[in-house]
């Protein structure tokens, strides 16, 4: 029986389960497949989404922390004496996401899910989830990314000037390729009129930021940085950049300057903490004629970052001939200085050169030319249209380019409740 056949028959059981129980009425969520992809709907306040991501996720939760973090990423014995401490000392969980960690563990002991940890012989806890949010802070992972807007994407008749953003996430599959096949979409619908709703390509148990865009088109998408120093962080003051980076999307107005732009994002990575190195490619909506740049490139550490624009893209050698665009693959260009570019950025540069224009299929194929195998999720994010283009891995052999590709609009992600 296939990996998807697997998750039909659990979708299925979960829909069984819900109407069964007189629980379901107090689970503000719907984990539904649409055109062959799955998407978590979660709307309320942080503990009622927190408690219905648990509650439906719970067997897949489980799973990820034990066999793929524990069990594979990090195994067991460094995770107990190293990675979890750490997290413990070291890392701050703010108020409103441990009100929704604790929430999503409730659902998941209340959905009868079996707790249990094969990998430390112990159940899962609050610590568990804090540590899963905070994996990029950790691991090195294998990505890649390329923006472009204005004059690059003039030509396009869709785009018209507008931003365009495609991503490749690459990294192990893990056992039964639980990275590419528990992926999906979750849609935030905060009820708080201060939050704001947003979208997140991911996996289950996972709060943060990693690839992600609000309903103004400001968003995200993080690569593994290089880490030249090492990082001597203090008791309690450092907080998972995906975390960080979520307060600033979903809030409205982080920097309280009145409008919403990356510049809000950029405030709250300068205001936290970060432990390790991370690249945040960060971008919003293009308006020919605009001022202010629409992406930026945050090239950060534990000690410094500092911001890569379009402007800068003759700084170093594999020049780019254009300041609007970027390509971001796993090292700084600023950071540390100019450093050798690997070959896929190399590509990407060639790629970009090549007439000095690029369209959605395009920015498309470029990616796909220099994703990996263990290309587990791919996705094309366009603000100005506040849409997306999403594939997803379905196999341990399996790219995700080679698999569908679903195109979300923002009312097809939001539907009326």
């Known amino acids: 029986m296939s990996a998807r056949t697997n998750l039909v028959f659990v979708l299925l059981a979960v829909f069984v389960f819900l109407s069964a ?6 689970v503000n969520g719907a984990l539904q497949v649409e055109n062959g992809q799955r998407i978590l709907r979660l709307w ?23 066999e793929y973090f524990i069990g594979v990423q990090w195994q067991p014995w460094t995770y107990t004496h190293t990675i979890r401490p750490t997290v413990e000392e070291f890392f701050v969980l703010p108020p409103e996401y441990q009100e929704e960690l604790e929430a999503m563990l409730k659902g998941i002991v ?29 691991l090195h992972w294998l990505c890649s990314s390329v923006s472009a807007w204005g004059e690059m994407t003039e030509d396009d008749p869709l785009l018209a000037g507008a931003t365009a953003i495609v991503r490749n996430f690459e990294y192990p599959l893990g056992p039964d390729a639980l990275l590419a096949v528990y992926s999906l979409l979750i849609a935030f619908d905060p009820s708080s009129p201060d939050e704001k709703q947003w979208v997140s390509v991911t996996w289950p148990g996972i709060i943060g930021c990693v690839s992600c865009m609000n309903e103004d088109g400001i968003g995200h998408t993080m690569n593994s940085g290089d880490n030249i120093l090492p990082a001597d962080p203090e008791p309690q003051s450092v907080t998972s950049l995906w975390l960080t980076i979520r307060d600033a999307i979903e809030n409205i107005d982080e920097n309280g300057d009145g409008r919403e732009s990356v510049d809000d994002v950029i405030y709250a990575i300068d205001r936290d903490q970060r432990l ?23 090239e950060s550490d534990f000690y410094n970052y500092v911001i890569r624009r379009g402007t800068n893209n003759l700084d170093c050698q594999r020049y780019i001939y254009s300041e609007h665009c970027l390509a971001v693959m796993n090292q700084s260009r600023l950071l540390h200085g100019c450093r050798t570019a690997d070959g896929r950025y190399a590509k990407m540069a060639d790629s970009l050169n090549a007439g000095l224009h690029v369209d959605t299929e395009k920015l498309w194929r470029m990616e796909r ?17 506040r849409d997306l283009l ?11 380019f080679d698999c569908p590709r679903v195109h979300w609009t923002w009312d097809a992600l939001f539907p009326p409740r």
């Open 21 to 26: 129980t007189s629980t379901a009425d107090a």
């Open 44 to 66: 309320g306040n942080h503990f009622e989404m927190g408690y219905a991501h648990g509650f439906l996720m719970a067997g897949e939760i489980v799973r990820l922390v034990d």
């Open 110 to 138: 209340d959905s009868g899910v079996s707790t249990y940890l094969e990998s430390v012989e112990r159940d899962l806890d609050l610590l568990d989830l804090h540590t899963a949010n905070c994996y990029l802070d950790f």
């Open 276 to 298: 390790g190195g991370t690249l945040a490619h960060i971008f919003s909506p293009f308006e020919i004629g605009q001022k202010q740049d629409p992406v930026v490139l945050v």
């Open 369 to 385: 030319v220099i994703s990996y195998p263990t290309t587990v999720q791919a996705m094309l994010f366009r603000p100005n249209l």
């Open 390 to 400: 999403v594939a997803f891995g379905d196999s341990v052999d399996t790219n995700a």
